[in-house]
T-cell receptor, first 117, second 110 residues
Framework: GNSVTQMEGPVTLSEEAFLTINCTYT??????LFWYVQYPGEGLQLLLK?????DKGSNKGFEATYRKETTSFHLEKGSVQVSDSAVYFC????????????????FGKGTKLSVIP | NAGVTQTPKFQVLKTGQSMTLQCAQD?????MSWYRQDPGMGLRLIHY???????DQGEVPNGYNVSRSTTEDFPLRLLSAAPSQTSVYFC?????????FGQGTRLTVV
């Protein structure tokens, strides 16, 4: 089956530090890959995505590159801010083909990031 | 544009009680789903629907029922609440591969 493994948290960083959150996946087929972010008290929202190998998703200073050879999609940011404190989820979805199951997202367990001033 | 709206935001139930968690969307998306979020477990799919009149089970369906009579609404029913159902519940719609989540319902069963 499909699965997503991301680094255990929590992660605590000082403001302006470099962030990496590792994510690896196993999937049958060719998945799309996502990072979702959950701010305190809110639902998840899409942070960035990549739909094919070597694609780079980016948003709000965050980046992740779809690496098929290592089945990875690590999240990085060069300089974190206090406002980046949240829980980050890596996820995959198989590309649409016939069948309802193709639209299901599979999530990692989440990594809590705390950024201190 | 409200997106995905869940009600209530918080609920406390006694063991054995029943209740319905409401989910409504105004994005006209066919695909809707319910997840539960538990510490250290990430999000787990409970039930999903690919359109009005069609529902199916996800990873953890036991103890929950759903129906989809309209495109807009996808309620989740707990027929006899158990402490193991204490969790945060998220409803989501999906367009192609991107999901849109509600703000969640925090349910406590005592």
């Amino acid at each position: 089956g499909n699965s997503v493994t991301q680094m255990e948290g929590p992660v605590t960083l000082s403001e302006e530090a470099f962030l990496t959150i590792n994510c690896t996946y196993t999937a049958t087929g060719y998945p799309s890959l996502f990072w979702y972010v959950q701010y305190p008290g809110e639902g998840l929202q899409l942070l960035l995505k990549a739909t094919k190998a070597d694609d780079k998703g980016s948003n709000k200073g965050f980046e992740a590159t779809y690496r098929k050879e290592t089945t990875s999609f690590h999240l990085e940011k060069g300089s974190v801010q206090v406002s980046d404190s949240a829980v980050y989820f890596c996820a995959l979805s198989l590309r649409a083909y016939s069948g309802a199951g193709s639209y299901q997202l599979t999530f990692g367990k989440g990594t809590k990031l705390s950024v201190i001033p | 544009n409200a997106g995905v709206t869940q009600t209530p935001k918080f609920q406390v139930l006694k063991t054995g009680q029943s209740m319905t968690l409401q989910c409504a969307q105004d994005m006209n998306h066919e695909y809707m789903s319910w997840y539960r979020q538990d510490p250290g477990m990430g999000l787990r799919l409970i039930h999903y629907s690919v359109g009005a009149g069609i529902t199916d089970q996800g990873e953890v369906p036991n103890g929950y029922n759903v129906s989809r009579s309209t495109t807009e609404d996808f309620p989740l029913r707990l027929l006899s609440a158990a402490p193991s159902q204490t969790s945060v519940y998220f409803c989501a719609t999906q367009k192609n591969t991107e999901a849109f989540f509600g703000q969640g319902t925090r349910l406590t069963v005592v």
